[in-house]
């Protein structure tokens, strides 16, 4: 592999946020809050993500700037972290289901804080 080949893989790493584009074309970004309770979350915007993380995880009304908590992370570090994720019986997911999982075009979280599990 030639040099250039190694760099331009380089600068695609998984530093870079990715949208992901679903079946129906929608846009989907993935977040991660980590304050108060962590949460992986994929949505289309930050204002989606602060919605579900008021219905699935904590209120958000103490934070004055809310906003600032929520991270845009790629897909891939996204994917890493959600197969990192384990089930209520400590257990990793089967893969096939964790890509189906993953892969469905709807807003929701991920995987959210083990102490309120």
Known sequence: MGKDKVDQSINWGIRQP??????DG?????FVVD????ALIKADSGEEVEKIYNEVVADTDDYENFQEEIQEVSRDQALVMYARTLDLNYK???VNELIKDFDKDESTFLSIDGSLA
């Open 35 to 38: 304050e108060p309770y962590f």
């Open 26 to 30: 929608m846009n989907k970004k993935y």
């Open 92 to 94: 990793l997911k089967d």
């Open 18 to 23: 990715a949208i992901y584009k679903g079946a």
